[in-house]
């Protein structure tokens, strides 16, 4: 049963192009969250989405930041024109569609993103 | 009010020694509070949780203690071991979101 899985791992961008993080949460797992987590700070919530469905996006930057979990396919965070602040590390979790909400989180590895 | 203070930032002690790590919040909506465990390079892993209907709750080496009236709540670690050396983090939970204390990097010296 493989784990949460995020794509890339690593993923340098230069200032103004747009970065694509991939996940893909456990098997039956419907819920997935995004954090973005700083150097020595603890990680910060992003959004939450069920299949099709943003269903709380709040600590969302409201430009240039977007999710998206498609019916088929992997959940995608995608961040357009980066800056360097934008430099981080981006873990996905999933959790079960039974449980109650977040209780359960699973944790990809992260993608580490770097902005030149 | 959505903030989960964590302390210390950083905790060395040697093997079989007793690290504390300390959280404190103020929302009183919250009602989970789990701990995760956080390898280099990896992604935090869920390691115990406790309702704020418990004192404490123990699982193997890890304890949390829970003080609600106090909204404080810790994590200790029994004969802790090197390999127990990662960064924690408290968390705390809300309707739909998992607020994250800033983590405390744990070193257990051989």
């Known amino acids: 049963n493989a784990g949460v899985m995020q794509n890339p791992r690593h993923l340098v961008r230069r200032r103004g192009q747009e970065a694509r993080l991939r996940c893909s949460p456990m098997k039956g797992h419907s819920h997935v969250y995004w954090y973005r987590q700083l150097p020595e700070e603890g990680l910060k919530f992003m959004v939450y989405l069920q299949k099709e469905n943003i269903i709380d996006e709040s600590g969302m930057p409201k430009e240039r930041f977007s999710a998206e979990f498609p019916k088929e396919g992997p959940s995608i965070l995608r961040i357009q024109q980066v800056v360097r602040g934008d430099s981080a590390a981006y873990f996905c979790?999933?959790?079960?569609?039974?449980?109650?909400?977040?209780?359960?989180?699973?944790f990809g590895s992260g993608t580490q993103l770097s902005v030149l | 009010q959505q903030q989960v203070k964590q302390s210390p930032q950083s905790l060395i002690v040697q093997k079989g020694g007793i690290p504390i790590i300390n959280c404190a919040y103020e929302n009183t909506a919250f009602d989970y509070f789990p701990w995760y465990q956080q390898f280099p390079g990896k992604g935090p892993a869920l390691l115990i949780a406790i309702r704020p209907d418990v004192s404490e709750k123990k699982e193997g080496r890890f304890t949390i203690s829970f003080n609600k009236s106090a909204k404080q709540f810790s994590l200790h670690i029994m004969d802790s071991q090197p390999g127990d050396s990662a960064t924690y983090f408290c968390a705390a939970r809300s309707a739909r979101q998992l607020t994250f204390g800033s983590g405390t990097q744990l070193t257990v010296l051989p």
């Open positions: 979790a999933s959790s079960p569609s039974k449980s109650s909400t977040n209780e359960k989180l699973f």
